[in-house]
């Protein structure tokens, strides 16, 4: 068992992206793959076919597993052998192997190596709450390899407001950052503040609210190094005449440094007129990323910029 492995970088080259021009299969490929195994359920590239598009495309790694451990894709195989076998994964140590066995995996798939980092993340993460000392400063560090651009300064640093948002206090910690993302290259990050404790960050749209209506909220989130169980993200809504009627609230769990994404679901009372985002961090020491924020009401997207993309 390979612990903590380096990641690949700069060493992935030019033929190793030219050999996967189509790292994911379309839903026309699952159905004549899925077609194939009607006849044939052990063809290994119908099975592979149907294994990446369930673990990679949907994320239901449970249903993924038995078709990778089919197909003839010499890395994927033996990770998907190893998920199905309880006794990799039955202690806290072998479950960081297992996160191991899918960050090697990402080398051989490098654009989609965000993809299987999640799943890394997902087994690192099985683990965290069970170790400690120099076991979790290790993970810590794993994960921040996996998730964060170490020595990779911000060019506008955490001050300027991203595109779409206003209302950013320049005194504190908090902006648009390429020291980590969820999904393209930019995040919003907070930083802990010992001088400014529960500090609140407003990130204000000019949101017309819809009563009667069901907004589905969420966002991907890390934490890392925070010592709060306080730290939010916040719709706030209000009246015509400013006055707040209600508040819906995702929290974002204490020192969990890999993206995980928290959502819920609120509905608009009748007479609100404004609604606003907020991030609300009562952390005094780390880092808060946010990523990916979504309002959607009817399947559409309310916010602009949810990624912070555009600075």
């Given at each position: 068992?390979?612990?903590?492995?380096?990641?690949?970088?700069?060493?992935?080259?030019?033929?190793?992206?030219?050999?996967?021009?189509?790292?994911?299969?379309?839903?026309?490929?699952?159905?004549?793959?899925?077609?194939?195994?009607?006849?044939?359920?052990?063809?290994?590239?119908?099975?592979?076919?149907?294994?990446?598009?369930?673990?990679?495309?949907?994320?239901?790694?449970?249903?993924?597993?038995?078709?990778?451990?089919?197909?003839?894709?010499?890395?994927?195989?033996?990770?998907?052998?190893?998920?199905?076998d309880p006794t990799y994964t039955d202690t806290p140590l072998k479950k960081i192997g297992m996160g191991d066995d899918w960050t090697i995996a990402a080398r051989s798939y490098p654009q989609i190596a965000r993809i299987l980092y999640d799943r890394s993340a997902f087994w690192y993460a099985q683990s965290w709450p069970f170790v400690d000392g120099v076991w979790k400063d290790k993970l810590r560090e794993q994960m921040r390899k996996l998730f964060q651009n170490a020595g990779v300064p911000d060019p506008k640093g955490l001050s300027a407001a991203p595109s779409g948002w206003k209302n950013i206090d320049t005194a504190q910690k908090a902006g648009p950052t390429t020291k980590a993302a969820h999904s393209g290259r930019v995040s919003f990050q907070v930083v802990g503040s010992k001088k400014i404790p529960d500090q609140v960050v407003s990130l204000e749209q000019a949101l017309t609210a819809i009563p009667g209506k069901t907004y589905e909220f969420s966002a991907w989130v890390m934490s890392d190094g925070t010592d709060s169980t306080n730290d939010v993200i916040s719709a706030v809504f209000f009246g015509p005449n400013a006055n707040m009627m209600g508040v819906s609230?995702?929290?974002?769990?204490?020192?969990?440094?890999?993206?995980?994404?928290?959502?819920?679901?609120?509905?608009?009372?009748?007479?609100?007129?404004?609604?606003?985002?907020?991030?609300?961090?009562?952390?005094?020491?780390?880092?808060l990323f946010i990523d990916d924020i979504s309002l959607r009401v009817d399947q559409k997207e309310m916010l602009q910029n949810g990624s912070f993309e555009n600075r």
């Open positions: 068992m390979e612990l903590f492995v380096a990641l690949a970088g700069a060493a992935i080259g030019a033929t190793a992206l030219l050999l996967q021009s189509k790292p994911l299969p379309s839903a026309d490929d699952l159905k004549k793959a899925q077609a194939k195994l009607a006849t044939n359920p052990d063809d290994p590239d119908a099975n592979k076919v149907v294994g990446k598009y369930l673990a990679f495309v949907t994320g239901d790694y449970t249903a993924a597993m038995p078709y990778l451990s089919k197909s003839g894709d010499k890395v994927l195989k033996p990770v998907a052998d190893h998920e199905l609230i995702l929290l974002i769990p204490q020192d969990q440094p890999w993206w995980h994404k928290v959502e819920g679901s609120f509905l608009m009372p009748a007479g609100a007129a404004i609604l606003q985002i907020h991030v609300g961090v009562a952390s005094r020491v780390g880092s």
